[in-house]
C-alpha cells in the first residue's frame, strides 16, 4: 500500500469517489472521512466512500496522516485550510484540495507556509450530479487532473500531489494558479454561466416538444449544483467577467452578421469556430 | 404498404434516413431520390437509401407519386417547390419538407394552391453528422416532427403528412407556421449561436486539457454544418435576432449579479432557471 493515513475532509461527490478510489484500488490502509454532519458521516460510511467517519474532528484525524484531501465546496476551503494549521501530519505529508478555483486557495495556504505544505488542485471530474451517494471508484480514470504549484511549492511535495492524482487514473498537468484560473474562466466557468443564461430563456414558455437534443446537450450542465456555481464565479470573478465580455462580444459578431444577412462572412466564422472546436475533441 | 410511389428530393442525412426506414418498414413500393449531382444519386443508391436514384428529374419521378419529401437544404426548398408545380402527381398528393424553419417555405408554397398540396414538415431529428453516410432507418424513432398547417390546409392533407412521419416512428405535433419559427429560434437557432460563439472563444489558445466535458457538450452542435446554419439564421432572422437579444439580456444579469458579488441574487436566479431546465428533461 502507497499510503498509511489518507483524510479526505468533505464527503459529497468528489471526496467520496478519491474515497472509494483509494479504498478499490487498495492504495491507503486508512481513508478518513471528515464530515460537518452526522448524516453526512454516516451516509459515507455505508457507502463503502471511507474506512471511518468522524465530524468535524481534524485534530485527530489528521494526526499522522500522510495525505489530506479538502473536497469540500470552493468557499469552505480556506476555513478548513485554517483549521488544519495545527494538525500533527506525517513529516512531510502533502494537503491539497479538488477546488474549481486555484489562486485564492493557494495564496491563503501560503499564510501557513512552515505549518503545513499544501499544493492545490483540481480534478476535472463529476458530473452535474452531487453527493456521495453518485460517487464511483472509477471516476478519476481517464479524467485529467491540474496541480498548481506556486513558487513555494518543493518538487517532493508537488511530486506527492502528482502522484496521488496518478495513482487514482488522472492524468495530471501542471499549471499556474493564475493561469489555472484564467483558463479555467473560459473552459468552465463560462460555459456554465451561457447554459443557465439558456435555460432562464425558458421563461418564455414554450411547448416542451419543441426542445430537441441540442438544447438538452447545450444546457446539461445548468443541471449543475446552484450553491457551489454561484461560489465559483464569485472566487474567480475577474476572470469570469473577462470570459463574459468576450463571449458577448463573439455573440454579438454573430448578431451582427445576421442582422445584416452576410452569410458570407457568418459562413466564414462560424467554419473558423467549428473547426477549432473540432481540433479539441 | 401504405404508398406506391414516394418521391425523396434530397438524400443527405435526413432525405437517406427518410428512405432507409420506408424501405425497412416496407411503407412504400418505391423509393426514388431526386438527386442534385450523379454522384450524389450513385451514393444513395449504394446505401440502399432509396429504391432508385435520379438526377433532375422531377417529372418522371413525379408523375404517379403518392408523396414527395423535400429534404435538401433549407434554402433550395423553394426552387424544388417551384420545380414541383408543373408534375402530376397523384390526385391528392401531398408535398411536405424537412426545413428548420417553416414561414418562408409555406408562404412561398401557397402560391401554387391548386397545383400543389404542401403541407411543412419539421422533422426533429439528425445529428451533427451529415450526407447519407450518416443516414440510419430508426432516424425518426421517439423522435418529434412538427407539422405546420397554415389557413388553406385541408384536414385531409394534413393526416396524411401527420401519418407519413408517424409511420416512420415520429410522435407528430401541429403548430402554426409563425409559432413554429418563433419557437425555433429559441430552442435551436440560438442554442446553435450560442455553442458557436462558446467555440469562437478558443482563439484565445488555451491548453487543449483544460476542456473537460462540460466545453464538449456545450458546444457539441457547434459541430453543424456550417452552411445549412448560415442559411437557418437568414432564412428566420427576425425571431433569431429576438433570442440573441433576450439571451444577451440573460448573460448580462449574471453578469451584473458576479460584478457586484451578489452571491444570494445569482444562486436564486440559477435556481429558477435550472428548475425550469430540468423539467424539461
Request: some cysteine; charged content about 30%; overall charge neutral.
Amino acid at each position: 500500500m502507497t499510503y498509511g493515513k489518507v483524510v479526505v475532509v468533505g464527503t459529497g461527490l468528489i471526496g467520496g469517489s478519491i474515497g472509494k478510489a483509494l479504498i478499490e484500488r487498495r492504495l491507503a490502509k486508512e481513508v478518513i472521512g471528515v464530515c460537518r454532519r452526522v448524516v453526512s458521516a454516516e451516509k459515507a460510511e455505508k457507502e463503502g466512500a471511507v474506512t471511518s467517519a468522524v465530524v468535524n474532528n481534524y485534530k485527530e484525524s489528521c494526526a499522522g496522516a500522510d495525505m489530506v484531501i479538502i473536497a469540500t465546496p470552493v468557499d469552505t476551503i480556506k476555513d478548513v485550510i485554517d483549521r488544519l494549521s495545527d494538525c500533527a501530519f506525517l513529516p512531510g505529508a502533502v494537503v491539497t484540495d479538488a477546488g474549481s478555483t486555484k489562486k485564492d486557495i493557494v495564496e491563503h495556504a501560503a499564510k501557513y507556509t512552515g505549518k503545513i505544505i499544501f499544493v492545490g488542485s483540481h480534478p476535472m471530474a463529476g458530473s452535474e450530479k452531487s453527493g456521495v451517494e453518485n460517487s464511483r471508484a472509477d471516476m478519476f480514470e481517464g479524467s485529467v487532473c491540474l496541480v498548481t504549484p506556486d513558487k513555494g511549492t518543493l518538487p517532493d511535495s508537488l511530486k506527492k500531489v502528482t502522484d496521488f492524482w496518478a495513482s487514482l487514473g488522472a492524468a495530471v498537468h501542471k499549471m499556474s494558479p493564475e493561469d489555472h484560473d484564467h483558463g479555467m474562466a473560459f473552459s468552465s466557468h463560462l460555459p456554465h454561466a451561457a447554459a443557465y443564461a439558456l435555460a432562464g430563456l425558458l421563461e418564455e414558455k414554450f411547448p416542451p416538444y419543441i426542445f430537441a437534443g441540442g438544447f438538452k446537450d447545450t444546457t446539461r450542465i445548468a443541471s449543475s449544483d446552484v450553491a457551489l456555481w454561484a461560489e465559483i464565479f464569485d472566487s474567480n470573478r475577474e476572470n469570469v467577467l473577462e470570459a463574459i465580455r468576450k463571449y458577448k462580444e463573439k455573440i454579438s459578431s454573430i448578431e451582427r452578421d445576421i442582422s445584416s444577412s452576410d452569410k458570407k462572412n457568418i459562413r466564414e466564422k462560424l467554419d473558423k469556430w467549428r473547426k477549432l472546436r473540432d481540433e479539441l475533441v
